[in-house]
């Protein structure tokens, strides 16, 4: 069973697979009817085809946070699978909240045929005065927890209803510095980072965030996940004493909340977050998920035999579309990281849907002929 398998390597006990998780595969239609021949044209077959394809490929648990979907119709689905989200909680209780658009690529199209792509572009604030006075608890409201513990308890069962072979979880995009990202736009975040009085706003909206993650460690839900990109392609996008200073103590106190009500806590970053691998860990992560440029051979030598991990594998090696590379480097990643218990294989910057459908064949074609331990 997939979900013991997954469980097993959360805590770090032995496992006969390697297990393995893939990020938004799940919504890659072209690839989900070529792997279990099921129609994708309505979003009720979408969701069927999902589970589907992630039972053949043995998906030992699934990325997810809650959207937390604004202006849900009597009778619809809170948990609006396959999708997931996360930045809907700014504008939950006040829809007049401020909250930048900086647009967004095209990645995929929804489950009601719809692209991602959106040319919205808007900052919340005029200037930093006008951004430092933001109080964000008065500004984004306050939640009524027993309801919200019941909503994220509902979707975690819809979850595990369509995926029950499969470790289900719980969790919060906008945690912390990516709820930052979603209020002021880089821009004008990148010239905040630089005022002391700054630092006010961000207490003020871990506070905010803090009930998110009170709704959670009350709930029955055993895995959350906490999304913050802190880091770019190249590294922290700030120097990361400002990380430690802002950022890291907070999560202290979230993550230490969460365990004590005996959670496993995911941290996703994207980006190279090799410059916080000891600060993550030295906070109580069970598990960091993150993207190959990252120094997961650091990673691993430090902490691979006490902390699960994923991300390993790197998209531009199915872009190759050469069956030959894909296969040499799935052999050379299973092991390298074969002896880390915690150890997940992965895509860790996505499976994106310009990648040929034989490369990804080739990829679980080969993750299966070298998974065995």
Not at 104 to 123: C, N, P, R, T, W
Not at 202 to 219: D, K, N, P, T
Request: aromatic share 14%; hydrophobic share 40%; charged share 25%.
């Amino acid at each position: 069973m997939s979900a013991q398998n997954g469980w097993d390597a959360l805590n770090l006990n032995p496992t006969d697979r390697i297990p393995r998780s893939e990020l938004s595969a799940q919504k890659h239609w072209d690839l989900i009817t070529r792997v279990v021949g099921l129609p994708v044209d309505t979003p009720r077959e979408r969701e069927l085809a999902s589970a589907a394809f992630i039972k053949a490929w043995d998906w030992d648990y699934f990325w997810y946070v809650y959207p937390c979907i604004n202006n849900l119709p009597p009778g619809g689905r809170m948990s609006n699978l396959p999708d997931h989200g996360g930045p809907e909680f700014l504008t939950r209780l006040n829809p007049q909240a401020p909250r930048s658009r900086m647009g967004h690529a095209e990645y995929e199209k929804k489950a009601d045929g719809q692209s991602d792509f959106s040319s919205q572009v808007s900052l919340a604030f005029r200037d930093e005065d006008e951004a430092l006075a933001l109080d964000p608890v008065k500004a984004y409201g306050t939640f009524d927890l027993d309801a919200l513990t019941r909503e994220f308890e509902t979707a975690y069962a819809e979850l595990t209803a369509w995926c029950p072979d499969t470790v289900q979880m719980g969790g919060v995009y906008v945690s912390l510095f990516s709820g930052l990202i979603e209020i002021f736009g880089w821009e004008m975040l990148l010239v905040l980072m630089l005022e002391p009085d700054f630092g006010k706003v961000v207490e003020g909206y871990a506070e905010w965030s803090s009930q998110l993650f009170e709704a959670y460690a009350r709930s029955n839900i055993p895995v959350i996940n906490v999304h913050d990109d802190l880091c770019w392609t190249s590294g922290p996008v700030s120097h990361p004493a400002w990380f430690r200073e802002h950022i890291f103590p907070r999560y202290r106190e979230i993550f230490g909340r969460l365990k004590s009500a005996g959670k496993k806590v995911l941290f996703t970053c994207d980006g190279d977050m090799t410059a916080f691998f000891d600060d993550i860990v030295d906070c109580g992560a069970d598990m960091i998920i993150t993207e190959p440029m990252s120094d997961f051979d650091l990673f691993a030598k430090k902490h691979g035999q006490t902390t699960a991990f994923f991300g390993v594998m790197d998209t531009r090696v199915l872009l190759s579309n050469n069956k030959q590379r894909i296969f040499d480097e799935v052999e050379r990643l299973m092991n390298r990281y074969r002896d880390c218990p915690g150890f997940f294989m992965g895509v860790g910057n996505h499976i994106p849907q310009n990648t040929p459908i034989d490369a990804a064949l080739w990829y679980q074609e080969a993750y299966e002929k070298f998974s065995v331990r």
